[in-house]
């Protein structure tokens, strides 16, 4: 099967607000953070290499999409939205799966992350789309670490506080 991508509507930003990005922005700056959440976690939870890896490449197409192509029609786009979809459809349905008071905040908390992405798709400005889009990156990221910090607690340390002697 061949899928065709109509590169000129993969983006809802206008040329014209990559004018208004700045590089040493929260706007900028929350695509980036994806990769530095990757080596936190990969450092103080122990994560395993596909989760960093994964927040790597988040990082990177996330910032070549929203920053360096802004408004441009780009498949950077549809890479990007490909890969964060998937990366959030996994934890969601994982937070599901592990059903901990825990990972159903999370997974709370990644639906008002999602709320915020599709404000920013509907964005009349840039400042408008910055805020949103910004949220929608800080919010998931806060997401992701609740529910990796939860995984860390039931995997590792719990069973650990059972073996101590009472």
């Known amino acids: 099967m061949i ?27 929350s ?42 029609p780009t498949y950077w786009r549809a890479i990007d939205t490909v890969i964060a979809a998937g990366f959030t459809s996994y934890y969601m349905i994982m937070s599901i799966i592990l059903h901990t008071f825990v990972s159903i905040f999370a997974l709370f908390i990644c639906a008002t992350a999602i709320y915020g992405f599709q404000k920013s798709i509907n964005s009349k400005s840039f400042s408008e789309r910055c805020f949103w889009h910004t949220y929608w990156h800080f919010v998931s990221q806060l997401a992701l670490t ?9 995997i590792y340390l719990l069973p650990m506080l059972k073996e101590l002697p009472e």
Request: glycine share 6%; hydrophobic share 45%.
């Open 3 to 29: 899928f065709f991508i109509d590169k000129s509507k993969a983006t809802s930003a206008k040329a014209e607000w990559k004018g208004e990005a700045r590089l040493c922005s929260l706007y900028t700056f």
């Open 31 to 72: 695509s980036i953070n994806y990769g530095i959440l990757g080596i936190l976690c990969i450092i103080f939870i122990k994560s395993n290499s596909i989760q960093f890896f994964t927040l790597i490449i988040i990082s990177l197409t996330s910032y070549i999409s929203d920053y360096h192509y802004l408004g441009e």
């Open 146 to 154: 609740i529910y990796l910090l939860g995984d860390h607690v039931t």
